[in-house]
């Protein structure tokens, strides 16, 4: 069966700092990969996806950034974080049923 | 931009009754709807999905009903349990391709005992 892990957590970290989150998949190959990104008490906002390794869309022009260096992982990244990148950042593969496969989170607090 | 609103951000309900969210959609009707359960703290599981020639799926008490004319899709859970507590979410694909899903801000239910 498939499995989907992400990590860290749960994260705290200054504004200006860099941030890379990681999430990789297991039991499944060239899954579409995406990341998503969800305030409190919001829906979930598409950052970015990718349909095969290098392959990377982004959905939201910020100081984000995303990358598939293989085929079962997903990285997230930022140079310089900003407050208003604090949210609950969850990765999810896409299925070819079409329905997708979250990942536990990482919560992201900028102070 | 293709939008989907679920119309309620909380309902609460009484124990053993039918629980029924509501999903509108604008524009164009998307090719399948589907339907995500969440818990705080916690990543959306999948439902279910239903396509735009399909009237009804089931799943156990789940019922969700996909209605092209009135841009809405219904969610139904029947005898409802204080584990059914939780944010559901509605989503819409494609939307710009089918790599893409775009969700709904999700309706919070509480079920009372």
């Known amino acids: 069966s498939q499995t989907i892990h992400q990590w860290p957590a749960t994260l705290v970290q200054p504004v200006g700092s860099p941030l890379s989150l990681e999430c990789t998949v297991e039991?499944?190959?060239?899954?579409?990969l995406y990341w998503y990104r969800q305030a409190a008490g919001r829906g979930l906002q598409l950052l970015f996806y990718?349909?095969?390794?290098?392959?990377i869309s982004s959905e939201v022009p910020q100081n984000l950034s995303a990358s598939r260096p293989q085929d079962r992982q997903f990285i997230l990244s930022s140079k310089k974080l900003l407050l208003s990148d604090s949210g609950f950042y969850l990765c999810a593969w896409g299925a070819q049923s079409y329905e997708q496969y979250f990942g536990p989170g990482t919560r992201l607090t900028v102070t | 931009s293709q939008k989907i609103e679920q119309n309620s951000e909380a309902l609460n309900i009484q124990e053993g009754k039918t629980a029924t969210l509501t999903c509108n959609y604008t524009n164009y009707s998307p090719a399948y709807l589907q339907w995500y359960r969440q818990d705080p703290g916690r990543g959306p599981v999948f439902l279910l999905l239903?396509?735009?020639?399909?009237k009804e799926k089931r799943k156990e008490r789940l019922k969700v009903t996909f209605d092209t004319t009135l841009k809405q899709s219904l969610f139904h859970i029947t005898a409802s349990q204080p584990a059914d507590s939780a944010t559901y979410l509605c989503?819409?694909?494609?939307?710009?391709?089918?790599?893409?899903?775009?969700f709904g801000t999700g309706t919070k239910l509480q079920v009372i005992p």
């Open positions: 239903i396509r735009e020639n399909e």
């Open positions: 989503a819409r694909l494609p939307d710009g391709g089918y790599q893409k899903v775009t």
């Open positions: 990718s349909v095969g390794i290098g392959q």
């Open positions: 039991g499944t190959s060239n899954p579409n």
